[in-house]
C-alpha cells in the first residue's frame, strides 16, 4: 500500500486561502486515485475533493465547489488541494486518501472506497 503525510494545515482568517499537499511513497503514485476528506469534531467524515490517476477528472462536494481546486503531480508523489474563501464550517482535519480501482465519479465521495489513507491536517477558519 502507498503511505500518505499530509502537510499545509494550519489557522487561517475567514475569506483566506490555505494549500494542502499530501506526499505519497512508492513508485506507483501515478495507478492511484487520489481523494480528499475532512472530519469537524462531532461529525462524520465527509468528501471534499477526488482526481483520478492522470488528473483529467475531478469531482468535488457542493460545499467546496468553486472555492476547491484539486490537483496532482504525478512527478513528484503529491496531490494538492488548494482551498480559497476559507469559511469557519470549513474548520476539520482534512485527510488525503488513495486507492488503486478505477475511478466512478459516483463513488469517490465515499470513503469505504479509498484503502489508504495519511493520519489528518488540521485546518481551523476563524471568523
Known amino acids: 500500500q502507498v503511505q500518505l503525510v499530509e502537510s499545509g494545515g494550519g489557522l487561517v482568517q475567514a475569506g483566506g486561502s490555505l494549500r494542502l499537499s499530501c506526499a505519497a511513497s512508492g513508485r506507483t503514485f501515478s495507478t492511484y486515485r487520489m481523494g480528499w476528506f475532512r472530519q469537524a469534531p462531532g461529525k462524520d467524515r465527509e468528501f471534499v475533493a477526488a482526481i483520478n490517476w492522470s488528473g483529467t477528472t475531478t469531482d468535488y462536494a457542493d460545499s467546496v465547489k468553486g472555492r476547491c481546486t484539486i490537483s496532482r503531480d504525478n512527478g513528484k508523489n503529491t496531490v494538492y488541494l488548494q482551498m480559497n474563501n476559507l469559511k469557519p464550517e470549513d474548520t476539520a482535519v482534512y485527510y488525503c486518501?488513495?486507492?488503486?480501482?478505477?475511478?466512478?465519479?459516483?463513488?469517490?465521495?465515499?470513503?469505504?472506497?479509498?484503502?489508504?489513507w495519511g493520519q489528518g491536517t488540521q485546518v481551523t477558519v476563524s471568523s
Open positions: 486518501a488513495a486507492d488503486r480501482r478505477p475511478y466512478i465519479s459516483g463513488s469517490v465521495y465515499l470513503s469505504q472506497n479509498f484503502g489508504s
